[in-house]
Structures are given as structure tokens and as C-alpha cells.
């Protein structure tokens, strides 16, 4: 490798050709796009002068070991490796490559962890949005009343177009991971938040703009913003825990499911390929279900404080 440059710039044309496939032909998001890059980026920096078509098994597994020294949880390394099959795949396709030894490599297992909802108490309390004067908290309050109402991904939200918003049928059309296209229903909380935005949408936008939600210079809004309204709202609506996007997706489907017991049309609504993957929600509801429960039935194992534990119970007199 000549001094200087780095693992990416050996293979420019490799790399950058990968990124366009996934961002053109795959038509997967930018965000989805950095991601991969950084996954790549890395698989370059652990082959160092070791060619990519001449990576072993044993080496592919070598870097596995490596990135869970450093910390990386099975579930990190699991889409670490799907991202190094995608590179080895497109090399295979338009560099010749003939082999990858990441195929069939599986990362190690790590414990499993329950998507974060929150309860419907506090998506009402997020919600409750004072707008004023002002057209970014009545954007806002837009913005997280269709998340919540319909169970978006982020770049899903931020990539909405007026023409796939129809709010006199109340559906909303996007377009989801591997370019499925599927067709949610809105909430009526979330169609009279839509229709005030779009009142005060239209002077801050040309007629030629497309994008539903847009910042105060007309231009979409990022998924930056976007965090970092939801973010700072949350706090400001006396939440107790950060709120995330994604949080927001994860609540719609906890409720639905928990209010309606089909799984199906969760899976449905989410765009999830897998039935397996909405499943995890069952978990959710499970864990509701597990509360109220204790906190309600008469025989439910309570815990009792250490004092209580100490004292003897009194045995009741039989005379």
C-alpha cells in the first residue's frame, strides 16, 4: 500500500461502485448507505495489505474475533458480516471475485434485548404539543403523530411525498427496506395534525416541492432534526427517558398489537419481510400483560421489603 493513503483510497473503484450499486440499483436509504460504508470501511482496514480476493476463513474468522474484543455485540457483528457479503457479492458480480469467506460465517450470539416502547400514557404526554405561533412545533407535532399513529421508519417519514399522503382516504404510501411499497392507515389524531401542518406548509414552500415535512427554509427536513426535535420535546413534555424515533414505531406496534392480538397486521402495517421479526412484540406484550398482572391479581408474587422478610409471621390462633 503506498504511504499515505489509506485501505478505502486501494480500492476507490471498488468501494465507491458498491455504495452506488446499494444507493441506485438496491435504492436502499442514506442512512442505510453510511452505514454500509462504515461496515465496509472496516473490513478494509482489518485486511490491511492481505488482497480481498485472497482473505481465508480463518482470517474472515480472525476479524470477527477481533471487532468482539473490541466490544462489538453479536447483534453489531451479525450486520457487520451482512454488509461484508453484500460487498463480496457485488465484487463477485462486477470485479471478478470468485469466493468470500464471510459466507456462511455466523456472528457470536449475544443476549437478546426488547425494542423500547413507550407506555400509552407517555405518547399521549409527548403529544400534547403547544403549538402557538409556531410552525416548527406544528410541524412537529405532525411529524410524531404519524409516527405514532402509523409506525414509519425514519427515512420513511422524512422521504414522504404530498402524493403519497391522502388524508381524505386516511392512508399514507411508502416505501420500505428491499423497495416494497405498503399502504398504512392514519389515525384521526394524526390526519387533523397533518392537515393543520400542511396549511403552513404551503408559505413556506414553493408549489414545486414535494416533501411533506420541510424546515423553515422550505428544504426536507433531515432525520437529524428530526431526533433532535423529538429529542428535545420530550424532554420538554417532562418525559423521564430519552425518546428516539424509532421508539416512537416500536410504541405504534406494542399498542396495536396489545389492543388487537394480530400479529399479521402488525407485520403488515411495519413492512417487515418476517413474521419472526414482528414477533419480538409479542415480548412487549407479554411484559405488559406481566405487569398488570402483579400489580392487580391477589396471588401475584409481590416483593417485600428486607424488614418484612426478617419478621416472623404470627401463626393465627386456633382456640
Given amino acids: 500500500m503506498p504511504a499515505g493513503s489509506s485501505p478505502t483510497d486501494r480500492y476507490r473503484a471498488q468501494f465507491d461502485g458498491f455504495l452506488s450499486h ?30 480481498l480476493a485472497d482473505i481465508a476463513i480463518h ?21 457487520r458480516l451482512s454488509a461484508w457479503r453484500s460487498f ?23 443476549a ?11 405518547a399521549a404526554q409527548l403529544l400534547q404539543i403547544p403549538v402557538d405561533d ?49 399502504v398504512v392507515p392514519i389515525g384521526r389524531f394524526a390526519v387533523q395534525a397533518l392537515g393543520d401542518w400542511l396549511l403552513q406548509r404551503a408559505s413556506l414552500t414553493p408549489a414545486t416541492a414535494r416533501a411533506v415535512f420541510v424546515n423553515a427554509a422550505g428544504r426536507p427536513v433531515s432525520p437529524r432534526t428530526v431526533q433532535h426535535r423529538l429529542k428535545r420535546w420530550a424532554s420538554r413534555q417532562g418525559l ?54 402483579d400489580a392487580a391479581h391477589p396471588r401475584a408474587k409481590k416483593r417485600i421489603s428486607r424488614q418484612d422478610a426478617k419478621t416472623p409471621r404470627k401463626t393465627p390462633s386456633r382456640g
Fill in 22 to 51: 446499494i444507493a441506485h440499483e438496491r435504492r436502499l436509504s442514506p442512512h442505510t448507505v453510511e452505514g454500509y460504508a462504515r461496515d465496509v470501511r472496516s473490513l478494509l482496514e482489518l485486511a490491511g495489505d492481505t488482497p
Fill in 59 to 79: 482470517q474472515a474468522r480472525r476479524m470477527v474475533a477481533q471487532l468482539h474484543a473490541r466490544g462489538l455485540d453479536g447483534r453489531s457483528l451479525a450486520r
Fill in 88 to 110: 463480496y457479492r457485488y465484487l463477485a458480480r462486477d470485479h471478478g471475485v470468485t469466493s468470500s469467506p464471510f459466507q456462511g460465517l455466523r456472528a457470536p450470539r449475544s
Fill in 112 to 122: 437478546k434485548t426488547l425494542p423500547k416502547a413507550l407506555s400509552p400514557d407517555e
Fill in 134 to 182: 409556531d410552525p416548527m412545533a406544528l410541524r412537529d407535532r405532525a411529524m410524531f403523530e404519524l409516527f405514532y399513529s402509523s409506525g414509519l421508519r425514519l427515512s420513511e417519514l422524512t422521504g414522504l411525498t404530498l402524493e403519497n399522503l391522502d388524508l381524505e382516504e386516511q392512508t399514507v404510501r411508502v416505501t420500505g427496506k428491499g423497495n416494497k411499497t405498503r
Fill in 240 to 293: 423521564s427517558r430519552p425518546v428516539h424515533p424509532h421508539m416512537l414505531r416500536h410504541s405504534f406496534a406494542s399498542h396495536v398489537l396489545q389492543s388487537s392480538g394480530d400479529l399479521r397486521a402488525v407485520q403488515e402495517m411495519l413492512g417487515h419481510a418476517s413474521i419472526s421479526t414482528t414477533q419480538v412484540y409479542t415480548h412487549l406484550d407479554f411484559q405488559h400483560l406481566a405487569k398488570v398482572y
